[in-house]
Structures are given as structure tokens and as C-alpha cells.
């Protein structure tokens, strides 16, 4: 089982639409989750990052991490086509590094 | 917000040549910093952590006589791909934190390096 997973997409959505993006993972002791965009051919821009179980909602953005399932999302209200990236989930275990998943790409069509 | 700048963002060099990567953090310190190899349509892998003024911890499968890491000041990391090959195409990324562990990391913009 990997650590982080994500389904690898793509995800399409129509313009306006909630883009829900998924994780799990399969460290219990994890205590930090974030979400990163990263456009083709371009380094990853984090997006979100969450600590406490629940929502966090930041503009058009929100994450939601619920510990005891080991599951966190992110949902993209009105999505854009600017939007559309691979987002990826990365947990961190313990330590500083981060342990990313696969990636979803997201699709948003005009 | 936290700021990280790599340099340089593109190199293309011979097969056989040493090439040095640069990753800086602008507007803090950074004890740890991160360098990542992304292949194309393939996630981050995480090569080594970086640690300042110390010798960097590398994962497993990466040769540390292949990549060295010298981690000599606060702000300043750089990855040395060394006698590098065709297979050594990549997409190259650091990253660094400006807070404690568990906060939020910061890319830099990679470099794309090719190797003929």
C-alpha cells in the first residue's frame, strides 16, 4: 500500500462546477496534510494546508481532513479553466519531509 | 511569503559534465531544505534532505557520489549532478520551509536539466 494515494485522473469538470480531489493516507500518526498545484512543466504552488480535523476553507478553496477515515480532499467551488493542474496531496509523517501522492490531474472545461 | 529561488532554470550540457543547481531561500532561514527529481508524468521523489552545516540524509536508491549536497549557509543549498548521463534528464525542485517541521515547504521553480 503506498503512503499517499490519490486517483491519478483525469478528473473533468464543466466551468462553475465543485471539483472534489481525494487523498488518503496510511500514517495514523500524520499531523500535517497539504495540497499543491503544479501546472505542466512548472514546479508545485501550495494551495492549502490543514492541522485539525474539519474544514478550512480559504477563498474558493477548501480542505477537509477527517484523521480517524486517514482521508483529506480538497474541493474547488466554481471552478475555472485556470484551474485546471495536477493537485497534489502531500502528508507529512514526522520529520520535515513531506511524502506525496501520485498526483490527480484536473481538467476544467470552458 | 516565503520565498525560494533555484537557479538555473534550464541547462543542457554533454553527457560526462558536472552540473551545479542552486536553491536559495530569499526571505528566511532555512536549516533543512529538500531536493526533489520529477520524471514526466510521474510525481515528486524525494532524493535527499539537505541540512545545514551537516552531511545530507539520502533515500534510498540515491547515490550520494552521484548527487552531492553541500548545505553551507542558512539560505543556500546546491545539488551537484556529477558526470552526468542521458538517464539524468529531469525536472530537479527544492524546497525549503520557513517555519518548524510540519509547516508548510516552498518550491523553488526547478531546473530542467538535459543531457545529450
Known amino acids: 500500500q503506498k503512503e499517499v494515494e490519490q486517483n491519478s485522473g483525469p478528473l473533468s469538470v464543466p466551468e462553475g462546477a465543485i471539483a472534489s480531489l481525494n487523498c488518503t493516507y496510511s500514517?495514523?500518526?500524520?499531523?500535517?496534510f497539504f495540497w499543491y498545484r503544479q501546472y505542466s512543466g512548472k514546479s508545485p504552488e501550495l494551495i492549502m494546508f490543514?492541522?485539525?480535523?474539519g474544514d478550512k476553507e480559504d477563498g474558493r478553496f477548501t480542505a477537509q481532513l477527517n484523521k480517524a477515515s486517514q482521508y483529506v480532499s480538497l474541493l474547488i467551488r466554481d471552478s475555472q479553466p485556470s484551474d485546471s493542474a495536477t493537485y497534489l496531496c502531500a502528508v507529512n509523517p514526522q520529520g520535515g519531509k513531506l511524502i506525496f501522492g501520485q498526483g490527480t490531474e484536473l481538467s476544467v472545461k470552458p | 511569503g516565503a520565498v525560494v529561488s533555484q537557479h538555473p532554470s534550464w541547462v543542457i550540457c554533454k553527457s560526462g559534465t558536472s552540473v551545479k543547481i542552486e536553491c536559495r531561500s530569499l526571505?528566511?532561514?532555512?536549516?533543512?531544505m529538500f531536493w526533489y527529481r520529477q520524471f514526466p508524468k510521474q510525481s515528486l521523489m524525494l532524493m535527499a534532505t539537505?541540512?545545514?552545516?551537516?552531511?545530507?540524509?539520502?533515500e534510498q536508491g540515491v547515490e550520494k557520489d552521484k548527487f552531492l549536497i553541500n548545505h553551507a549557509s542558512l539560505t543556500l543549498s546546491t545539488l551537484t549532478v556529477t558526470s552526468a548521463h542521458p538517464e539524468d534528464s529531469s525536472f530537479y525542485i527544492c524546497?525549503?520551509?520557513?517555519?518548524?517541521?510540519?509547516?508548510?515547504?516552498?518550491f523553488g521553480d526547478g531546473t530542467r536539466l538535459s543531457i545529450l
Open positions: 539537505s541540512n545545514e552545516g551537516s552531511k545530507a540524509t539520502y
Open positions: 500514517d495514523r500518526g500524520s499531523q500535517s
Open positions: 526571505d528566511f532561514q532555512a536549516t533543512t
Open positions: 490543514i492541522y485539525s480535523n
Open positions: 524546497s525549503a520551509g520557513a517555519g518548524q517541521v510540519g509547516q508548510p515547504q516552498h
